[in-house]
């Protein structure tokens, strides 16, 4: 059975950190890139930040760059989202996703659209106060 599961979420001050964990099990985790999405209240889900479990290729959102950063455990089959210098906008649910690697000019690639991500966590909630 496939599981993605989220944890480290919570509430934390502007300007604070906080680092998500999502502990993948059920399929074959150097298979797949592992993605970051979130769904603030009253807006769509979008996607934050994206890494390959194949050769560690990273990607963010321009939102967030600068002030997260995602690393992959690969021994544990985790990945992790290091969020720092949060702002009230940060305020969200945020997922993690698995999505298949694409074979393409002899490497695997990605592409983080939340589309192509087909095993999803739960979600936690990460809320940052003013």
């Known amino acids: 059975e496939v599981q993605l599961v989220e944890s480290g979420g919570g509430l934390v001050q502007a300007g604070g950190s906080l680092r998500l964990s999502c502990a993948a099990s059920g399929f074959t985790f150097d298979d797949y890139a592992i993605g970051w999405f979130r769904q603030a209240p009253g807006k769509e889900r979008e996607e934050i930040s994206c890494i390959s479990s194949y050769d560690g290729a990273r990607m963010y959102a321009d939102s967030v760059k600068g002030r997260f950063t995602i690393s992959s455990d690969n021994a544990k089959n985790t990945v992790y989202l290091q969020m720092n210098s949060l702002k009230p906008e940060d305020t969200a649910v945020y997922y993690c996703?698995?999505?298949?690697?694409?074979?393409?000019?002899?490497?695997?690639?990605?592409?983080?659209?939340?589309?192509?991500?087909?095993?999803w966590g739960q979600g936690i909630q990460v809320t940052v106060s003013s």
């Open positions: 996703a698995a999505g298949r690697l694409l074979e393409g000019g002899g490497s695997y690639y990605y592409v983080c659209r939340q589309e192509l991500f087909e095993h």
